[in-house]
């Protein structure tokens, strides 16, 4: 995808779908690009303003920046766009709720149902714990740590190029909370 995601571009700068897989490599692929990253998801709303996949990364990405209220409204116009959207917009929604601490409305997502998709139960589990339903986060929890064992905060902090750290703490808090270890080694709660 390094490779390729630029190739795509060049192939044809106005095909908004590589603007959008330039972007979220930029963002991604361990650089932490986030400005590159950005430049290319506004390409491919300039290009196709009805871009429901740019307008969620694009949703990603404000959180990342420090921006998660904005993220909601960014995020919101990415369903608006695909009512019926595959899995990964409902946790990466997720994520920008939970970002904006807006947990009751994480939950509100799944209807009180426990998630299917493995991100989005981290999300929904501490969107509990934050609320104050510790047990059940726990519940989702165990769930989750039975898909992904080797999962620990740490390790997922290690992935996303936060440009605060104080964006971050309130949901390394709630993952704490759920009962996610926070490095390996570390026992659940």
Same mark, same amino acid.
């Given at each position: ?16 779908? @590589? ?23 506004? *390409?491919?709303? /300039? ?25 909601? &409204? /960014? ?6 766009? &695909? ?18 601490? *807006? ?18 139960? *981290? &999300?929904? @589990? @501490?969107?509990?714990? %934050?609320?104050? *339903? ?11 740590? %039975?898909?992904?064992? %080797?999962? /620990? ?5 290690? /992935? ?30």
């Amino acid at each position: 995808v390094l490779e390729l995601a630029p190739k795509a571009v060049a192939l044809d700068p106005n095909n908004a779908d @590589a603007h959008v897989i330039l972007g979220y490599v930029h963002v991604f692929s361990g650089s932490g690009n986030l400005v590159s990253g950005r430049e290319h998801y506004e *390409r491919a709303l /300039t290009l196709n303003p009805n871009h429901a996949d740019a307008w969620l990364f694009l949703a990603d990405l404000e959180v990342l920046e420090g921006n998660p209220q904005v993220a909601v &409204n /960014t995020g919101k116009k990415a369903f608006q766009l &695909n009512p019926h959207p595959p899995p990964y917009f409902e946790w990466l929604m997720s994520w920008i709720l939970l970002a904006a601490k *807006r947990y009751e409305e994480v939950i509100d997502l799944f209807g009180n149902e426990e998630p299917q998709a493995i991100g989005s139960k *981290r &999300n929904f @589990a @501490a969107a509990l714990a %934050q609320l104050g *339903r510790v047990e059940e986060a726990h519940v989702i929890s165990r769930h989750f740590m %039975q898909d992904v064992p %080797q999962f /620990t905060i740490k390790n997922w902090l290690n /992935t996303l190029p936060f440009l605060k750290t104080e964006n971050q703490k309130h949901i390394i808090e709630g993952y704490i909370k759920a009962g996610f270890p926070f490095d390996v080694g570390d026992t659940k709660s």
